[in-house]
């Protein structure tokens, strides 16, 4: 069955980076495009940005422009997350998402926490 495993987060200080990592199986990888997401408390869900499956094609949201970059690893099944200049208003739970034969799946989330 396909299955997302978020891994990588934790507590960074302001200014900080932090790369997420996001396994993949069940399904061929290299064949879809993939999508991060996060939720910060008390707000809805929101698109991050996302990657097409080559790696090649890369999509962000504004708010995340410059600081974010999303890459894959057809090799190894694995959707990474670099964030870099982590800011407060970056804590949340992010999600790595794929939309596999019409099917939407997520992952289980993992939590990152900017602060000092």
């Known amino acids: 069955q396909v299955q997302f495993v978020e891994s990588g987060g934790g507590l960074v200080q302001p200014g900080g980076s932090l790369t997420l990592s996001c396994a993949a199986s069940?399904?061929?990888?290299?064949?879809?495009?993939m999508h991060w997401y996060r939720q910060a408390p008390g707000k809805e869900r929101e698109w991050v940005g996302s990657?097409?499956?080559?790696?090649?094609?890369?999509n962000y949201a504004d708010s995340v422009k410059g600081r974010f970059t999303i890459s894959r690893d057809n090799n190894k099944n694995t959707m990474y997350l670099q964030i870099n200049s982590l800011k407060p208003e970056d804590t949340a739970v992010y999600y790595c998402n794929g939309r596999i034969d019409a099917r939407e799946y997520w992952g289980q989330g993992i939590q990152v926490t900017v602060s000092s």
């Open positions: 069940g399904f061929t990888f290299s064949s879809y495009a």
């Open positions: 990657v097409g499956n080559s790696g090649l094609s890369k």
